[in-house]
Structure formats: structure tokens, C-alpha cells
């Protein structure tokens, strides 16, 4: 059975769009002619990215969203749909990044991560996805980590977040399978964003020591999130009939440069 192509027109959202990974997907799916609905809490960052954007030529809209708050969810979308039209990909990407030993972090702050990264993702997903599914085609790209393979000290919460992600999109695949919507989950390695740059220095200093002694800083590129933005576009424009169910990117070791023998150019 041949698979009807994408339609001309495909209305994004993008939530956690104020900054880093969602602000750089934004940027790029717009620049492509995509209408992008730009949700996040900081709706100024919001408005600042969506007024370059369609200086650009571009069509987007801010649209506030709490990822926390299932009526700010359902209202995101809502809105989102109202401006731009039925949704054909959603990016989920809210989040920040709380650290800490797991034998120390409290229950409050270990289930906020918890609700931020993981509830937040279904509570989108649960929105969006039946329309999908009605219309017979979508894309839902969950922004997941490589913590699920290599998890790292001080961050208990966060990769058990990040692993539920993993969980959810195996299930969600299975699920979907035959209807025309695809799950697809990214798993980035460090990307220099704002999340998690707010830790005081010694802290900092005591988590990094520990990811090294396991081996967990190999090098220190990072990456940037433009580079994720890009495997977003790759998933999101792949043809229908084919599904990018996983992809992993991660940071480029540098180049170790020698000095050429004298003489060789």
C-alpha cells in the first residue's frame, strides 16, 4: 500500500521554545516554511524569537505553555491550532535540570524533574496524539538524552526523567504502529544550552569531577543546539512509509592536529 506524502502544509509546535534546543528547532523548521507555534512560560523570549522570525518571512506564534499544568497543555494546543491549523509535528522539550546525590535530593525536587521531563511529555503526547491518529498521519519528537545509556552522578532524577522517556516512546511506538503517526525519540549528549547554568561553582565543580572519574567527560565539545535542531528536521522530513525511531547525537571529539615532517604541504 502506497503511503500518502506529507501535506504541503505542516503546522509545528515546539514546546520549551524559549531557549537552546526548541528556540534553534524553531529557527529551523521555520526557515524551511514551516508555520511554528513557539510555546514555552517565558512568553517574552516567546514574542523576541516569533518577531525575528517573521521579520524573516516566517509564520509563527507565542503561545504560552506550563508543561506542569494539564489546562495550560490543553489551552497551548488549542491556541496553537486555532492560529496555524491541526497540528503535524510537535517537538516536546520542556524542561530544566535540577541536581544533586540521589541520597540527598528531597522527594519534592526528585518528583518535580519527574513531572517536568516525563508527565509533562505524556500530558503534550496525550493532547495532540488522538488527533493524529484521526487524521492518519503526525510526527512527535521527544527530546529524550544519552543519560538513558550513560547515566551520570548528581543527576538521579533527571535520567530516571529521561529514561522514562526511553519507556514511553518503546510503548507509543508499538501502539502506533499502522495508524500513520510517528514516535521518535532523540538522544543528544552535552549540549551548550542555558539548563543547568544557574549551579553555583562548587557544586559544579564536584559533579564534573565525579563524571570524569567514570569516565563520563571524555572530551570537552559540546554540542550545539543547532545540531539537534538538525536531527529534528531529519526525522520530521523523512518520506512517509519510513521512521526514524531513535537517533543519537553526540559531540565530535576534537582533532588531534600533528606537526607535519618539514617540507610536506
Given amino acids: 500500500m502506497a503511503f500518502i506524502p506529507h501535506p504541503q502544509r505542516r503546522p509545528v509546535l515546539v514546546a520549551g521554545a524559549s531557549s537552546g534546543i526548541g528556540a534553534a528547532t524553531a529557527e529551523i523548521l521555520s526557515a524551511a516554511g514551516y508555520p511554528v507555534a513557539l510555546a514555552a512560560r517565558r512568553v517574552d523570549k516567546l514574542q523576541e524569537l516569533t518577531d525575528r522570525i517573521t521579520a524573516a518571512g516566517g509564520e509563527a506564534v507565542a503561545v504560552p505553555l506550563d508543561i506542569t499544568d494539564e489546562s495550560s497543555v490543553l489551552e497551548c494546543v488549542a491556541k496553537a491550532q486555532a492560529a496555524l491549523g491541526d497540528l503535524e509535528i510537535v517537538v516536546s522539550g520542556a524542561g530544566d535540570l535540577a541536581v544533586g546525590l540521589s541520597y540527598e535530593v528531597s522527594p519534592a525536587d526528585f518528583a518535580a524533574q519527574i513531572d517536568i521531563h516525563l508527565v509533562g511529555a505524556h500530558r503534550l503526547y496525550r493532547a495532540v496524539v488522538p488527533g493524529m491518529i484521526e487524521r492518519g498521519r503526525g510526527d512527535y519528537v521527544f527530546i529524550g ?21 526511553d519507556g514511553l516512546v518503546a510503548t507509543a511506538q508499538l501502539e502506533l504502529e499502522g495508524t500513520g503517526v510517528r514516535a521518535s525519540v532523540i538522544r543528544p549528549g552535552q549540549v551548550l544550552t542555558g539548563m543547568g547554568m544557574y549551579l553555583d561553582q562548587k557544586t559544579t565543580e564536584l559533579m564534573l569531577n565525579d563524571w570524569i572519574k567514570h569516565g563520563l567527560a571524555r572530551h570537552g565539545n559540546f554540542l550545539e543546539p543547532g545540531h539537534i535542531a538538525q536531527a529534528v528536521t531529519a526525522i520530521v522530513t523523512m518520506p512517509r512509509g519510513a521512521h526514524m525511531r531513535v537517533v543519537e547525537v553526540e559531540a565530535e571529539g576534537a582533532i588531534q592536529r600533528t606537526e607535519r615532517p618539514e617540507g610536506e604541504h
Fill in 145 to 165: 538524552s544519552d543519560v538513558v545509556l550513560h547515566p551520570r552522578p548528581w543527576s538521579s532524577a533527571y535520567v530516571a526523567a529521561k529514561a522514562g522517556i
